[in-house]
T-cell receptor
Framework: GAVVSQHPSRVICKSGTSVKIECRSL??????MFWYRQFPKQSLMLMAT?????????EQGVEKDKFLINHASLTLSTLTVTSAHPEDSSFYIC??????????????FGNGTRLTVT | RKEVEQDPGPFNVPEGATVAFNCTYS??????FFWYRQDCRKEPKLLMS???SGNEDGRFTAQLNRASQYISLLIRDSKLSDSATYLC??????????FGTGTSLTVIP
């Protein structure tokens, strides 16, 4: 079945550094991928929609200069958290839909990246 | 008004019980519907799609009521391993998905 792979699964970094998270669709092409953030005991919050070959669409309140998204190929989207601060510590998850034109295709989620900024 | 409303619970039920969750959605143009399960500190995983005629997968039954704009998930004979957060997801168009807040279920021995 469809698989979305996310890497790394866990990262600890120092405040002020940048962290890159990769999201790959392993056996299908994804022109669109989605990035979410989830704080403990809270709901998934959509951060941005990543579009292959074009700019990402960011949700209101998400800083595009802080959360850089690159979707350079049909199987890879990256999220870079620039100049990370402790308040950026969270669980970051990507997802993609197999079946570009089918409403019946569900979202498949990556395994998530737990970011801790010290 | 939120696109998707879901009772966050928590639902605490004994093993073997039947439990049902509902989600209501606001946009009648919504195209497809899904239930996901999310375990603590893990990503959501697809539990089942929800079809217009209703569908069943073992102990799980999903139903869609377009007239009243809600979807439901019924779990029969609850197991300890069913303890998780259950998310409803509504798809409005090909790239627009709306998530419920999740319903927390704990099955008690």
């Amino acid at each position: 079945g469809a698989v979305v792979s996310q890497h790394p699964s866990r990262v600890i970094c120092k405040s002020g550094t940048s962290v890159k998270i990769e999201c790959r669709s392993l056996d299908f092409q994804a022109t669109t991928m989605f990035w979410y953030r989830q704080f403990p005991k809270q709901s998934l919050m959509l951060m941005a929609t990543s579009n292959e070959g074009s700019k990402a669409t960011y949700e209101q309140g998400v800083e595009k200069d802080k959360f850089l998204i690159n979707h350079a190929s049909l199987t890879l989207s990256t999220l870079t958290v620039t100049s990370a601060h402790p308040e950026d510590s969270s669980f970051y998850i990507c997802s993609a839909r197999q079946g570009l034109s089918s409403y019946n295709s569900p979202l498949h989620f990556g395994n998530g990246t737990r970011l801790t900024v010290t | 008004r939120k696109e998707v409303e879901q009772d966050p619970g928590p639902f605490n039920v004994p093993e073997g019980a039947t439990v049902a969750f509902n989600c209501t959605y606001s946009n009648s143009a919504s195209q497809s519907f899904f239930w996901y399960r999310q375990d603590c500190r893990k990503e959501p995983k697809l539990l089942m799609s929800v079809y217009s005629s209703g569908n069943e997968d073992g102990r799980f039954t999903a139903q869609l009521n377009r007239a009243s704009q809600y979807i439901s998930l019924l779990i029969r004979d609850s197991k300890l391993s069913d303890s998780a957060t259950y998310l409803c997801v509504v798809n409005l168009d090909l790239n627009q998905f709306y998530f419920g807040t999740g319903t927390s279920l704990t099955v008690i021995p």
